[in-house]
Each structure stands twice: as structure tokens, then as C-alpha cells.
Nanobody, 128 residues
Framework: QVRLAESGGGSVQAGGSLKLSCTVSASTYTSLYMGWFRQAPGKEREEVSCISWSGGSTSYADSVKGRFTISQDNAKKTVYLQMNSLKREDTAMYYC??????WGIGCDRLALSDYRNWGQGTQVTVSS
């Protein structure tokens, strides 16, 4: 069983930064890809970024490229999302997710349905 625990959300002014963390509790996890998603009120959940535990595969939504950085710390079983130059439109509930076991493809090839385990979410609010 895979359990995810997110932290690091909060309120920040536009232009500011936040760093989200997602810690995985699982006996085996290195074959899972990790993703950060967000959902704003009235909108569909969208993928923000994804990463493999090797770090060799990463992907970003166009809306966050150059501002957000995903990383992982295998020793801590933790995935991070560093968010810089935050904009009001980044306001959303952010979710960490773990995929089904995957081999041989980039994390950008995964669909929403491939993510099987979800965290409880952490709110990010950006004000102008």
C-alpha cells in the first residue's frame, strides 16, 4: 500500500515562492512515477509536473515551465515541488500522486488514470 503525505502549502503574495513536499510510505516505490497535480475551484485537475525516482524523467506543464522545479530525495522518499515567481493563477489545491508501476517510458507519457494513489492535498493561495 502506498501512502502519501504532502506539506508546504500556504498563502503567499504574487512573485513569492513556496516549496511543497510529498513523502511516500511504501515498501517498494522506485518503479512508481510521482506527479504533482492541482485543482482550482470549478476547474478540472491538471498535471503540474512529474518525475521518476531516478530523476531521469521529468516533465512540466507549459504554464509552470521555468518557474517550478520538481526534485526527489530517494533517501527521504520525498518528492519536492519548488514554486517560484508564483502567480494568482497558481492558486489551487495541490495534490501529490504516485503512479502504477512503470518501466521504460517517460513520466510525461502517463495519463491521469495511471496515478493510483493520492495525497490529501495542500492549499496554495497566491494573492496580488
Amino acid at each position: 500500500q502506498v501512502r502519501l503525505a504532502e506539506s508546504g502549502g500556504g498563502s503567499v503574495q504574487a512573485g513569492g515562492s513556496l516549496k511543497l513536499s510529498c513523502t511516500v510510505s511504501a515498501s517498494t516505490y522506485t518503479s512508481l512515477y510521482m506527479g504533482w497535480f492541482r485543482q482550482a475551484p470549478g476547474k478540472e485537475r491538471e498535471e503540474v509536473s512529474c518525475i521518476s525516482w531516478s530523476g531521469g524523467s521529468t516533465s512540466y506543464a507549459d504554464s509552470v515551465k521555468g518557474r517550478f522545479t520538481i526534485s526527489q530525495d530517494n533517501a527521504k522518499k520525498t518528492v519536492y515541488l519548488q514554486m517560484n515567481s508564483l502567480k494568482r493563477e497558481d492558486t489551487a489545491m495541490y495534490y501529490c500522486a504516485a503512479s502504477k508501476p512503470v518501466w521504460g517510458i517517460g513520466c510525461d507519457r502517463l495519463a491521469l488514470s495511471d496515478y493510483r494513489n493520492w495525497g490529501q492535498g495542500t492549499q496554495v493561495t497566491v494573492s496580488s
